[in-house]
């Protein structure tokens, strides 16, 4: 089935590590977009990318990273430099800009400082 | 209020009632809004869209009203059932594919 997929569910590091989340999709979509939610809030963007080997900062960028080497691809890495990384993070995709197309949303990734 | 950071707004609805959900965007050169539904744990799912040359969408038991001028957006749903409970997000997507969300409403329909 073609789908957006987040790995692992659920993820617990250690203060002063840093940490990758998977994101992988099989939809052919162009571009790609991380966010972060709290509890009881909304979606707050990460980074995105309009295309492979191309990522823009959204509104909370710092301590966080990103590549796009792939199509399929778009791992997170919560840096150490993240004082608050404890958070639901949700990967989505959608077709070309153009298109003017809904974002598809992977199930998430719930991420533990401990 | 819409604020990210804010605690969400909720709504209580009695079923078969409708529903009316508003959220406030913030640019006006924003040409596509969608409205998301998410229920706890898991990732937000499509409900519709509406592009800005549209001032009304409709789809099963919901439809979109766009108002540009005020930059207003709202999501209603037509006889509400228990399937609904859920926190309901309206989107905007602005030039260079940027896609960014309101804060959200929590739904809750009483038997």
């Known amino acids: 089935d073609g789908g957006i997929t987040q790995s692992p569910k659920y993820l617990f590091r250690k203060e002063g590590q840093n940490v990758t989340l998977s994101c992988e999709q099989n939809?052919?979509?162009?571009?790609m977009y991380w966010y972060r939610q709290d509890p009881g809030q909304g979606l707050r963007l990460i980074y995105y990318?309009?295309?492979?080997?191309?990522?823009q900062k959204g509104d909370i960028a710092e301590g966080y990273s990103v590549s796009r080497e792939k199509k399929e691809s778009f791992p997170l890495t919560v840096t150490s430099a993240q004082k608050n990384p404890t958070a639901f993070y949700l990967c989505?995709?959608?077709?070309?800009?153009?298109?003017?197309?809904?974002?598809?949303f992977g199930q998430g990734t719930r991420l533990t400082v401990v | 209020g819409e604020s990210v950071g804010l605690h969400l707004p909720t709504l209580s609805v009695q079923e078969g009632d409708n529903s009316i959900i508003n959220c406030a965007y913030s640019?006006?050169?924003?040409?596509?809004f969608i409205w998301y539904k998410q229920e706890s744990g898991k990732g937000p799912q499509f409900i519709i869209d509406?592009?800005?040359?549209?001032d009304k969408r409709q789809g099963q038991r919901v439809t979109v009203l766009l108002n540009k001028t005020v930059k207003h957006l709202s999501l209603q749903i037509a006889a509400t059932q228990p399937g609904d409970s859920a926190v309901y997000f309206c989107?905007?997507?602005?030039?260079?594919?940027?896609?960014?969300f309101g804060g959200g409403t929590r739904v809750l329909v009483k038997p």
């Open positions: 939809l052919n979509h162009d571009a």
């Open positions: 509406i592009r800005s040359n549209m």
């Open positions: 989107a905007e997507k602005a030039a260079g594919n940027k896609l960014t």
């Open positions: 989505a995709s959608s077709a070309e800009p153009a298109l003017n197309t809904e974002a598809f």
């Open positions: 640019n006006s050169a924003s040409d596509y």
């Open positions: 990318s309009q295309i492979v080997n191309d990522f």
